[in-house]
């Protein structure tokens, strides 16, 4: 698990302001899975990506949402004027993309908005 | 919609004692079930199961999917402190998706 490194750890915004939140996945790794959590809830799938393509975002709000996963970086989750309901732990993983259980999970970051 | 239902929500329990948690889904294109761990941080992976009624096993946990009524249990034995967390159940699916249900909560007290 330590392999994928997501951050901010912790990440405070004020109503309107944007968050920018990154997953570095495991080395190897080419397939990146953002997921979200709320207060007391599963996991929810956000989105898919692979290297410059995103695959499945069936998960991801049709507004103000956006990831990338570039060709050099991290993968960006990026929430445009965040609203308090986005608080929320955000959840990356990495795969070689063969199976889903090769998936590990990053320490998350926690997103609050004040 | 692929759904995952876990049940119960929470539980607790004495040190030693035995906890089966319990997981039933409807998804399209079933491929896997998996058991995560969760403590305050990320998900660790426990067990990924394919084919029903093979028992899967780590050390005071185990693990089984019957493909047949959509649902799996996960067995804790002789509980121990430690175990306390959240159970999370997931569901893999062609395409590579993972879809959770809610979790259990389990609290061993000593």
Redesign the interface.
């Known amino acids: ?1 330590a392999g ?1 490194m997501q951050n901010p750890r912790h990440l405070v915004r004020r109503r309107g302001q944007e968050a920018r939140l990154r997953c570095s996945p495991m080395k190897g790794h080419s ?1 990146v ?1 953002w ?1 979200r959590q709320l207060p007391e ?5 956000m989105v ?1 990506l692979q290297k410059e393509n995103i ?2 975002e ?1 998960g991801m709000p049709k507004e103000r949402f956006s990831a990338e996963f570039p060709k050099e970086g991290p993968s960006i989750l990026r929430i445009q004027q965040v609203v308090r309901g986005d608080s929320a732990a955000y ?1 990356c993983a990495s ?1 070689t ?1 063969t ?3 090769e ?6 970051t926690r997103l609050t908005v004040v | 919609e692929d759904k995952v239902v876990q049940s119960p929500l929470s539980l607790v329990v004495h040190e030693g004692d035995t906890v089966t948690l319990n997981c039933s889904y409807e998804v399209t294109n079933f491929r896997s079930l998996l058991w995560y761990k969760q403590e305050k941080k990320a998900p660790t992976f426990l067990f990924m199961l394919t084919s029903s009624g093979i028992e899967k096993k780590s050390g005071r946990l185990s693990s089984i999917l019957d493909k047949k009524e959509l649902f799996s249990i996960l067995n804790i034995t002789a509980t121990q402190t430690g175990d306390s967390a959240v159970y999370l159940c997931a569901v893999g699916t062609a395409g590579n998706k993972l879809t959770f249900g809610g979790g259990t909560r389990v609290l061993v007290k000593p």
Request: a negative charge; aromatic letters at 30%.
């Open positions: 698990n994928v397939h899975y997921y809830e599963g996991l929810k799938f898919y695959i499945d069936s959840f795969s993309g199976y889903i259980s998936a590990f999970f990053g320490q998350g």
